[in-house]
């Protein structure tokens, strides 16, 4: 699948992808808020819930908790205005039963450092026949 090239938010997925808790947690402002929805792991395959997260200490312990997931994100739109910058791909996640990837959208808010202070994101499970679909979709583009 090609790749955008850079966007204020590739150092946070590069990061996930490579199951660096430390470096997603440096990334992120001391005041920093991060909602998503609880993300599936190999144990608890099921997609549910929501993940409010306030504070770069709690941030911590919620990667630490969570722990490392093999994931691959493949980011295909990305958009910048200001602080804001809005993300939309498909993540492979080949460790939990019965999923194979999600889409997802999201937006963060960066602070004057750079740092991430507001972030939210939301997945949707979908079928590897459904995944091929939506990358057959955008040759419309």
Not at 13 to 32: K, M, T
Not at 74 to 95: C, K, L
Request: aromatic share 10%.
């Amino acid at each position: 699948m090609p790749e955008l090239g850079d966007y204020p938010l590739r150092k946070y997925f590069e990061a996930l992808d490579a199951g660096d808790n430390d470096a997603i947690f440096d990334l992120f402002a001391d005041n920093a808020i991060y909602i998503r929805p609880a993300a599936p792991t190999p144990d608890s395959p099921e997609l549910g819930g929501l993940s409010v997260v306030e504070g770069k200490a709690a941030l911590k312990e919620y990667f630490d908790r969570r722990g490392v997931l093999s994931l691959r994100h493949y980011i295909r739109a990305s958009a910048t205005e200001g602080r804001h910058n809005f993300v939309e791909g498909v993540v492979r996640v080949p460790d939990v039963p019965g999923i194979t990837d999600m889409v997802f959208m999201c937006h963060a808010v960066f602070d004057e450092d750079g740092l991430i202070c507001w972030y939210a994101g939301n997945v949707d499970v979908v079928t590897a026949e459904q995944a091929q679909q939506i990358e057959a979709s955008r040759k419309v583009w």
